[in-house]
Nanobody
Framework: QVQLVESGGGSVQAGGSLRLSCVASGHTYSSNCVGWFRHAPGKEREGVATIYTDDGRTSYAGSVKGRFAISQDNAKNTVYLQMNSLKPDDTAMYYC?????????????????WGQGTQVTVSS
């Protein structure tokens, strides 16, 4: 399994930016796909973005496309989520996930490893 540690969350005003980091350790070679998810109280968990670590292909949820960008630094075993033009609706706990099996990237059940999460709060 892969161990994941997220960081970079915080409180910002609407329109602001944050960059989340997800550092992987352990069997990182098995992490062919790393995803960012978010979970807000009263809402279902949402797949936000994913990156395929072998070729760098990315996918995004419609709600964040054009505002968020996922990237990776293989030398540091780190995946980033740059979040710009933040909105109050982006407020949630953000998690990264790895050890993707198969199926849709935005389905959390298709990942075996999860981090502990980092809180993002956006005020209006």
């Amino acid at each position: 399994q892969v161990q994941l540690v997220e960081s970079g969350g915080g409180s910002v005003q609407a329109g602001g930016s944050l960059r989340l980091s997800c550092v992987a350790s352990g069997h990182t070679y098995s992490s062919n796909c790393v995803g960012w998810f978010r979970h807000a109280p009263g809402k279902e968990r949402e797949g936000v973005a994913t990156i395929y670590t072998d070729d760098g292909r990315t996918s995004y949820a419609g709600s964040v496309k054009g505002r968020f960008a996922i990237s990776q630094d293989n030398a540091k075993n780190t995946v980033y989520l740059q979040m710009n033009s933040l909105k109050p609706d982006d407020t949630a706990m953000y998690y990264c996930a790895a050890d993707f099996r198969t199926g849709y990237w935005y389905m959390g059940t298709n990942y075996n490893s999860w981090g502990q999460g980092t809180q993002v709060t956006v005020s209006s």
